[in-house]
């Protein structure tokens, strides 16, 4: 199993934006925006890092978003300590919370999960999930991907890892697609380009390929993520950092 490369941070400092475009045909129309700061944490070998994501006005409409993802990140080896996602969608409201631990090779996540619908309790319930293997979550799959020796890898390679939630344990496979010159702030970056695949037991798809273009030098910057809807796609474009 490949091990993620340290390629210049020890504690990460990072405070990256990004605008959210909703495309589809001619339309090409600012839907939300995404915000994520990095900082050290109290433990010398640890960081946090927390997402904040919103629909734009218009969008609120139609489906509005607020989501707020927060971990504990181990910056030795990338891999998760706490996760927790507060996310307000439509008319629902859920929170998840994942405490980890490791054993050997086995890795526990001891999950909280609470969800409210129209403003009461749908949801409250505890669970324990567990895998073999290097195992993620939302927050720092984000920065164990970033650490990847894909300098060394060729077009098609994948690498396949364990990722939880609050509600479930899936297969998460990171797919090397080559290096793309992708434009961003006004400048073109050669990126290495990533298919993430998420897939359920049996190896059945648990939802649509993401795909991220991380620029090809030191600082492993995503410029921009990709994402299909049942109708266009959504694009997350780097505009500050």
């Given at each position: 199993?490949?091990?993620?490369c340290?390629?210049?941070w020890?504690v990460?400092?990072?405070?990256?934006?990004?605008d959210?475009?909703?495309?589809?045909g001619?339309?090409?129309?600012?839907?939300?925006s995404v915000?994520?700061?990095?900082?050290?944490?109290s433990?010398?070998?640890?960081?946090?890092?927390v997402?904040?994501?919103?629909?734009?006005?218009w969008?609120?409409n139609?489906f509005?978003l607020?989501?707020t993802?927060?971990?504990?990140?181990n910056?030795?080896?990338?891999l998760p300590?706490?996760?927790?996602?507060?996310?307000?969608e439509?008319?629902?409201?859920?929170?998840?919370i994942?405490?980890?631990?490791?054993?050997?090779y086995?890795?526990t996540?001891?999950?909280v999960?609470?969800v409210?619908?129209?403003?009461?309790?749908?949801?409250?319930?505890t669970?324990?999930?567990?895998?073999?293997?290097t195992?993620?979550?939302m927050?720092?799959?984000?920065?164990y991907m970033r650490n990847?020796?894909?300098e060394?890898w060729?077009?098609g390679?994948?690498?396949?890892?364990?990722?939880f939630?609050g509600?479930?344990?899936?297969?998460?496979?990171?797919?090397?697609?080559?290096?793309?010159?992708?434009?961003?702030?006004g400048k073109?970056?050669?990126?290495?380009?990533?298919?993430?695949?998420?897939?359920?037991?049996?190896g059945?798809?648990?939802?649509?390929n993401m795909?991220?273009?991380?620029?090809?030098?030191e600082?492993?910057?995503?410029?921009?993520?990709?994402?299909?809807?049942?109708?266009?796609k959504?694009?997350c474009e780097?505009?500050?950092?």
């Open positions: 199993m490949a091990a993620p340290a390629f210049g020890n990460p400092r990072e405070r990256l934006t990004y959210v475009m909703y495309k589809w001619l339309i090409n129309k600012k839907a939300g915000s994520l700061v990095t900082r050290p944490h433990t010398k070998n640890d960081f946090q890092a997402l904040t994501a919103a629909t734009a006005p969008a609120d139609i509005m607020r989501d993802l927060m971990g504990t990140i910056s030795s080896n990338f300590i706490y996760y927790e996602k507060i996310a307000h439509g008319n629902e409201l859920k929170h998840d994942v405490r980890f631990s490791k054993k050997g086995t890795s996540g001891d999950c999960r609470k409210w619908k129209k403003g009461k309790v749908f949801r409250d319930e669970r324990e999930l567990e895998a073999v293997g195992t993620v979550d927050m720092s799959s984000f920065y990847l020796p894909f060394k060729t077009k390679h994948t690498l396949t890892i364990n990722i939630s509600k479930q344990k899936e297969k998460l496979s990171f797919k090397y697609q080559g290096i793309d010159n992708v434009e961003a702030k073109t970056y050669p990126c290495y380009h990533i298919t993430f695949i998420f897939t359920g037991d049996g059945k798809k648990t939802s649509d795909d991220a273009w991380i620029r090809a030098d600082s492993r910057v995503p410029i921009r993520l990709e994402g299909k809807l049942p109708v266009g959504v694009q780097l505009v500050s950092e």
